[in-house]
């Protein structure tokens, strides 16, 4: 984040992320996955600050994060949004009591447990509009239940 006073958080910050296409001969930074035409993203505010280009959206949603509501990444972290209904319902009225109050009336991502191949912050997911914002949790080991020898078996 920049320390020009004008692209200062003010609390009524706001972003979006955005994304074009960058095609050589532009000048940008070329990735592994593909060197000459590949998607750039960033984010910009309602205060009028933009952030930088990114190769991916979770970096430039995270830079959007750390410029509109500084100290997210310390916040809680929150189990696996459901779906809907009374489960989406007590999910977000958890969320509510475990973030300062205030935070999701302003737009304020909510951080929640996610398994891989689910690492995307999802925009418009956390209570209030904000982005739910992925942290990575290696899934539990699913272990097959021990089958118990039969009587008849042990003689």
Do not use: I
Request: aromatic share 10%; glycine share 10%; net charge negative.
């Amino acid at each position: 984040m920049d320390d020009d006073p004008q692209t200062a958080p003010t609390g009524e910050c706001r972003f979006s992320v955005h994304y074009r296409t960058v095609v050589r001969p532009e000048p940008f930074e070329p990735t592994v996955a593909d060197p000459d035409y590949h998607l750039r993203y960033w984010y910009s505010c309602a205060c009028g600050d933009v952030g930088p280009l990114r190769s991916r959206e979770n970096d430039s949603a995270e830079d959007g994060c750390d410029h509109a509501y500084p100290g997210w990444r310390d916040m809680p972290v929150m189990e696996s949004r459901p779906y809907e209904g009374k489960p989406l319902a007590r999910w977000e009225a958890a969320a509510r009591v475990a973030y300062p109050p205030g935070w999701f009336d302003r737009g304020g991502p909510v951080r929640e447990y996610r398994t891989p191949g689910g690492n995307r912050h999802v925009p418009g997911y956390a209570p209030g509009g904000g982005h739910c914002m992925a942290v990575m949790r290696m899934a539990r080991e699913k272990t097959a239940p021990v089958a118990k020898p039969l009587q008849s078996s042990l003689f």
